[in-house]
């Protein structure tokens, strides 16, 4: 045991042990002063602003002299440096001794003894204390390296001042903890208490349960926290996970994973910031938020959560990985008015965990590629994924492919589910993102609810069932996103593959089999055939039998290219089956070269001059693999880009942006741009942009289709508050224009296709119409047109707007009808609005009666 008390200055190590210490010679303090000087003359000259913080190993001095001294040099250079921190702050002493102290030192006893003498040495009248800024973790690594447990004598008399002197601080950080307990290692003392490194919402949460585990479980504990200090890397080191690594196997892997399980999903389950609560202060030059404090897991304490979460690539499971899943999420997601959240580095530590789980981590990490947003996130995903591609010698579809689970489903996406009570249960997915759990009791008829039994005797297996129904859920969403970005692709799959990886897999055969593809004799058949599985055989547009088997490649089928006859053909037989793609490809809009732009030649305006909610387009272009950022209030009238990479093409895609108007975020960031100019760029020619007519007819269809998503979506003209809220005063024509003009793009055209198709079976037929670019209802009271491409309503006799915000909680009107696609939101949003205004008298917001009896 120690006593502080005892601890109270140097006095404490003996007047002998003291004189006995060496000194520096008065030629050695020469020379050290002349080492230093010189070291912050090179780093001068290295840089323009010197004052940024030295890096010793950088300069010459320190790669010439310093670095090639013997240890015994190095010894009493460290200690000259000690001694000029004492007097006051010295930049160059710290940075050459942080330079030192990371090569090995193998040290004696007694030259440990006068180092540490002199790093917590009382500071002199007019110094400093100098070990709290001082690297003391180092120096006692090297001590534990070469000299190990101190159990007597002047060494650990040496230790116990240094302890006295951390102990007895009032500095508290995760440095002091951590040095404390790193001491007591030394002098041989187990420590059987355990803390967090701050006390934030985290540890207040979970301190007393840490506190009261087992004693063994608690020394093994404090040794992990212990080592977190060295979790301030982008990655683990090898020697950081083998030294992890012995440590859950004295604590127990099983319990390590409950433990770590426990604490990530109760950040996961924990409000974070908003622009709302969270601690912040206003900066009156600037003049908006700024965000100071508010995630459940402080700074200190967050480096001791990403240590564990790099540990789990020692040990994940597929449970594991899913809790580091959901917690990768959580750390990314960005908060309204503040930006990223700090838990961000937690977030990577997941991505490092993923990418060191093989197949089994790929699935997450193409998962997180389309739900993250940030741009420098996605690079490092990007960037995990492609270098597991390379490990395995495949490219990087294959690798996505190989990562999908298919969570035991069969070709038809389902699955049984036995427990012991004899009950079963049938995983059957049942829409994109959708899926039901069918219940059976032993004799094998229908149950509606879950069992009592199943909920009582099998608890464990029944919260694993509907984990891995949410999981798939997810995937679903995920894998039909993949799908629809593959429609940019002209990359052909073997048949052998195509059976594997897609027709008889779980999920992705449940979605390859609303989708029509395209077979291939061999690399040198550049015509093909279409064909759709439909009632146990594959035909094709007109019906027919066709022998797939016969050929030998694979991709999916592009409508642009295909005549006009087969493509309308397709949508009849989808019609008549009944059948519901995951997305648009039988309706899928096509975007040919209009003569304008073989008159601009290397750009299309097409999209240019819409005003877009600038947000809503980043997400929407991140979320379809585009690249780009958010303009800052300082960039009104500056231009912006949003970019695509297509790598299989070896072409690069700009679309231009305007940031307008002086409206900004909490956070500063403009909200509004206005749309320019779209470009082609090939890889070779640098920013010389392509003729459009040398682009393949597939990849400027696409492209296009994608901007005129941004536009159709991210529109002002979509909202039907905007011209009401301020808004952009000299943009309000726009609005107008947009919210009941022409229809803009092929997705509002190819809407009012499928509404034309769709009218003749709903409800409201006999009081509804398609006029120009309206869906026409004739209420009890007025007569409403509603614009097919923005949703926004007019009313008859004097086209007087009316303002309907939509409730999205409301149920889909399309359920039950049938759609030959999912995903175009407006086409919902325009039907429930019909159906609304069919019959006025179910109406009873105040707000929109008030509207429509003025």
């Not at 970005?485 to 008889?504: A, I, N, P």
């Not at 008298?841 to 009666?849: A, E, G, H, M, V």
Request: hydrophobic share 40%; proline share 3%; net charge neutral.
């Amino acid at each position: 045991m120690l006593y502080r008390s005892r601890f109270l200055s140097n006095d404490f190590l003996k007047e002998e042990t003291m004189s006995a210490l060496p000194q520096l010679t008065p030629e050695q303090i020469q020379q050290y002063a002349q080492w230093l000087n010189q070291l912050q003359q090179d780093w001068k000259a290295m840089l323009s602003y010197w004052y940024k913080d030295i890096q010793a190993v950088q300069t010459e001095i320190y790669q010439t002299v310093l670095s090639r001294l013997p240890p015994s040099e190095r010894v009493c250079l460290l200690v000259y440096c000690a001694q000029e921190l004492l007097k006051g702050r010295n930049r160059s002493a710290h940075a050459l001794t942080v330079a030192l102290l990371r090569k090995n030192l193998p040290v004696s006893s007694r030259e440990a003894v006068w180092l540490l003498s002199t790093v917590f040495a009382d500071a002199p009248e007019g110094g400093r204390t100098v070990w709290y800024s001082y690297p003391v973790m180092a120096l006692l690594k090297h001590i534990e390296k070469h000299i190990g447990t101190v159990t007597d004598g002047e060494l650990r008399d040496a230790l116990q001042l240094a302890y006295q002197r951390v102990s007895t601080s009032n500095i508290k950080s995760l440095e002091v903890t951590v040095l404390e307990q790193k001491l007591q290692q030394l002098l041989g003392v187990q420590v059987e208490t355990v803390e967090f490194f701050c006390d934030d919402a985290f540890a207040k949460a979970h301190g007393k349960a840490l506190a009261a585990l087992p004693a063994q479980q608690r020394v093994v504990w404090s040794k992990i926290f212990t080592h977190a200090v060295g979790a301030k890397a982008s990655k683990p080191s090898a020697v950081f996970l083998k030294t992890m690594r012995t440590y859950i196997d004295e604590l127990g892997e099983a319990v390590f994973k409950q433990q770590v399980t426990d604490w990530f999903t109760w950040i996961c389950y924990t409000k974070g910031l908003s622009c709302h609560d969270i601690d912040r202060t206003r900066d009156d030059w600037w003049g908006y938020w700024m965000c100071t404090k508010g995630e459940p897991v402080a700074e200190d304490n967050l480096y001791l959560i990403k240590c564990l979460v790099w540990s789990c690539a020692l040990c994940a499971d597929e449970a594991l990985l899913a809790t580091l899943n959901a917690l990768a999420l959580r750390c990314y997601a960005k908060v309204k008015g503040v930006g990223m959240s700090p838990l961000t580095n937690i977030g990577n530590a997941c991505l490092y965990v993923f990418a060191q789980s093989g197949l089994s981590g790929m699935k997450y990490l193409s998962r997180l590629l389309l739900r993250v947003k940030a741009n420098n996130i996605r690079k490092i995903i990007d960037k995990y994924i492609n270098e597991a591609a390379e490990r395995y010698g495949v490219s990087r579809q294959t690798i996505e492919d190989m990562g999908v689970e298919g969570f035991g489903l069969d070709e038809n996406g389902a699955r049984t589910e036995t427990f012991d009570s004899g009950h079963s249960c049938r995983l059957q997915i049942t829409g994109v993102g959708k899926s039901s759990l069918e219940w059976f009791k032993a004799d094998g008829s229908p149950q509606k609810t879950v069992p009592a039994a199943v909920k009582e005797q099998h608890a464990e297996q029944l919260k694993a069932l509907k984990l891995q129904q949410k999981n798939l859920n997810m995937t679903l969403t995920t894998q039909r996103d993949r799908l629809d970005r593959m429609m940019r692709s002209e990359q052909r799959m073997v048949w052998d593959y195509f059976q594997e990886y897609y027709w008889h897999h779980g999920v992705m055969g449940w979605l390859a089999r609303g989708l029509i593809w395209r077979f291939f004799q061999d690399e040198n058949d550049t015509q093909g055939v279409a064909a759709f599985y439909v009632d146990g055989e594959w035909v094709n547009h007109a019906g027919e039998s066709v022998d797939v088997v016969a050929y030998s490649q694979v991709m999916l089928w592009h409508p642009v290219t295909a005549e006009a006859a087969e493509v309308l053909a397709w949508r009849k037989l989808l019609a008549e089956k009944q059948i519901q793609q995951p997305f648009k490809q039988a309706y899928r809009e096509i975007y040919l070269i209009t003569d304008a732009e073989l008159k601009t030649r290397t750009y299309s305006n097409r999209f240019a001059a819409h005003i877009l909610k600038q947000h809503q387009c980043i997400n929407l272009a991140k979320g379809r693999g585009w690249n780009g950022g958010l303009q800052w209030w300082e960039d009104s009238g500056k231009q912006n880009s949003v970019t695509l990479a297509l790598p299989e093409y070896g072409l690069c895609v700009e679309f231009w942006t305007i940031g307008v108007g002086s409206a900004t975020s909490d956070s500063g960031m403009l909200l509004y741009a206005a749309t320019d100019q779209v470009r082609f760029y090939r890889e070779s020619d640098g920013d010389r942009p392509m003729n459009l007519v040398d682009v393949p007819v597939l990849v400027f269809s696409e492209v296009m289709r994608d901007v005129d998503l941004f536009v159709g979506v991210a529109s002002v003209g979509n909202d039907p508050d905007w011209h009401d809220n301020g808004g952009l005063p000299q943009y309000r024509d726009y609005w107008q224009n947009y919210s009941f003009g022409a229809l803009v793009g092929e997705v509002a055209k190819n809407r009012k296709a499928v509404l034309e198709t769709l009218l003749p079976r709903l409800k409201i037929s006999k009081v509804a119409h398609i006029e120009d670019n309206f869906l026409v209802v004739q209420g009890k009271i007025r007569t409403y047109k509603i614009h097919i491409g923005s949703g926004n309503i007019l009313m008859s006799p004097n086209d007087q707007y009316l303002c309907i915000v939509p409730d999205h909680s409301k149920k889909d009107p399309t359920k039950g009808l049938f759609v030959p696609f999912e995903g175009d939101a407006m086409l919902s949003l325009v039907l429930s609005k019909a159906m609304l205004l069919a019959d006025e008298s179910k109406i009873t917001d105040p707000t929109i009666l008030s509207q429509i009896s003025g």
